[in-house]
């Protein structure tokens, strides 16, 4: 099983954003991480007042997108690249829902994404069959029929200046 590292200050502003709007609103971010280290979180993108946000649907506007946009680019520029993306769920539904499976899909057949056939999709939700953090990581690919492939990955938290200082040990 793979695993994900997350940054504690990216973990925690995930958490909060998830958490913020109360139960039963879908909401998500946008995961940041160093290039040539494709399961590590160091950073996050919060989606702004524009996103869609419902009790069972989350999108970002074309507003939302433009806005993300340059916030990513700046990312880019101190040499990180876009990973994938979390967002809320519904307490007890831990895996990724086909319409997730399917923007998956989308995002990996694209070339404005630059993905290399790996994404990181992670939903947070509460479940009474998990200890620990209510983060559920998934790595999505794509098969050679251009179909999802769904593998559960293991979710780890650390230190944000330990993974900054121990990325050539990673």
């Avoid at 919060?46 to 069972?56: D, G, I, L, N, P």
């Avoid at 994938?84 to 997730?100: A, C, E, F, Y």
């Avoid at 998990?130 to 029929?145: A, E, K, M, R």
């Avoid at 492939?149 to 200082?165: D, G, Q």
Wanted: negative net charge; glycine residues 8%.
């Amino acid at each position: 099983m793979e695993k994900i590292l997350y940054s504690d200050e990216a973990m925690g502003k995930i958490l909060v954003e998830c958490y913020k709007r109360g139960t039963g609103i879908e909401t998500g971010l946008i995961l940041i991480g160093p290039k040539n280290h494709k399961n590590i979180v160091t950073d996050v993108i919060e989606s702004t007042v524009h996103a869609e946000r419902e009790s069972s649907t989350y999108f970002q506007s074309e507003s939302d997108v433009k806005i993300l946009n340059k916030k990513l680019r700046t990312h880019q520029e101190e040499g990180k690249e876009y990973l994938g993306t979390v967002h809320r769920h519904p307490p007890g539904m831990i895996n990724l829902s086909q319409g997730d499976e399917e923007t998956s899909a989308g995002m990996l057949q694209s070339p404005n994404y630059k993905l290399n056939n790996h994404l990181i999709m992670s939903i947070i939700t509460e479940s009474n069959h998990h200890v620990g953090l209510p983060i559920f990581s998934y790595i999505v690919s794509l098969d050679d029929g251009n179909n999802p492939v769904v593998k559960k990955a293991f979710s780890k938290m650390l230190p944000k200046h330990c993974i900054s200082e121990c990325l050539e040990c990673i």
